[in-house]
């Protein structure tokens, strides 16, 4: 499990908060105490990552968002699924 360096504290005690309903592996690793669960829903403003020294919590910048709005406005060759 994937664990990232806290701004705050500086301490490696971040963990990813995933939302939604957990399944059985999730819960799983929610009581190891691998990940951090941030309720049912999510929004632009929620937080990514939780930190389980202090308990800072923190925003990352999603590389996946950056190239979505690079599509808009772009051109999309639907053509290419068409086979
Ligand atoms: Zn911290």
Do not use: Q
């Amino acid at each position: 499990m994937k664990t990232y360096i806290c701004p705050k504290c500086k301490e490696r005690s971040g963990l990813e908060i995933l939302y939604g309903y957990p399944h059985v592996g999730l819960a799983d690793a929610y009581a190891r105490g691998e990940i951090a669960l941030g309720g049912c829903c999510i929004d632009r403003d929620s937080p990514d990552r939780r930190c389980m020294s202090c308990g800072h919590e923190w925003k990352i910048v999603r590389r996946s968002k950056i190239n979505y709005d690079a599509h808009i406005g772009g051109y999309w060759d639907d053509e290419d699924f068409s086979n």
